[in-house]
């Protein structure tokens, strides 16, 4: 999934959704999603395979502007049983869109990055995150490679400043200067966001950066705090500073 210093996020979409797939051969459907409240296993499986298919389609069209409706085939199997076939299949097709796209022709998107990578990079997380969601609800631990966590949690504070459209909260994320920093402890990852009274961004950090608070934690970690999948009182992690900052940020941040 590595491709020198860069991540192949398409073969890592592959990988993400096989580990998902496998976890579907003897699980109940109708099992609740403990870190999804309200949603079964089918639900899980049925939102992961229709963003993988969703987001297909956008790449396929190449779409220059927002799109006027989320309608997709999803060729849902008429069985639950065949859930983990049909979510490999979805994989397949996005894999084959992948190949046929130049990923870096410009393209609508919703967040930071313009171009067709985005939507690649975009369904590797949400493929990633729900896969976790999938091991919590049958009772697993979950390993994640720290190198894609790192690239994950790039991700999520490069594009969560963008997320107003279907994550409203964010725009109380808002105050007069303040900032977070959030550093992985064991590979190389640090980030500031400040927060203005217009908004809130990533800046430019470096040695002696002011922050009001900071959050540490391995990538792995730190990715599911931010995904609100681990809390940050967690023995793995270590918040530090102005609580109140990051009752604020916690509070609003959810993607």
């Known amino acids: 999934m590595h491709t020198g210093d860069r991540i192949d996020h398409g073969a890592a979409v592959a990988a ?41 389609v956008l790449l396929r069209q190449r779409i220059q502007q927002p799109p006027t409706s989320r309608d997709v085939d999803l060729g849902l199997p008429a069985r639950e049983d065949g859930y983990a076939a049909w979510l490999s299949a979805g994989a397949a097709a996005a894999a084959q869109v992948f190949a046929d796209t130049d990923l870096d022709a410009p393209m609508w998107v919703w967040g930071a990055d313009g171009h067709a990578r985005f ?28 190198e894609l966590a790192r690239d ?41 966001v400040r927060l203005r009274p217009d908004g809130f961004g990533l800046v430019a950090d470096g040695p002696g950066a ?38 604020r940020w916690f509070a609003n941040s959810a993607f």
């Open 16 to 56: 993400e959704t096989a580990r998902f797939a496998a976890l579907l051969a003897d699980a109940d459907p109708t099992a609740p999603v403990p870190t999804c409240p309200g949603w079964t296993l089918g639900d899980l499986v049925r939102h992961t395979g229709g963003v993988q298919r969703w987001f297909s």
């Open 119 to 146: 939507w690649v990079r975009r369904m590797l997380f949400e493929t990633l995150v729900h896969r976790v969601d999938a091991e919590r609800t049958l009772g697993l631990g979950s390993a994640i490679d720290p």
């Open 152 to 192: 994950g949690v790039d991700e999520f504070l490069a594009n969560l400043p963008f997320a107003a459209l279907f994550a409203p909260k964010v725009a109380h994320l808002r105050g007069s200067g303040e900032a977070i920093r959030f550093r992985c402890t064991d590979t190389d990852g640090t980030w500031l």
């Open 210 to 247: 002011p922050a009001a608070a900071e959050v540490r934690a391995a990538a792995a970690d730190l990715l599911l705090v931010l995904y609100g999948r681990l809390d940050r009182t967690a023995p793995a992690v270590a918040a530090t500073g102005d609580g109140e900052l990051l009752d």
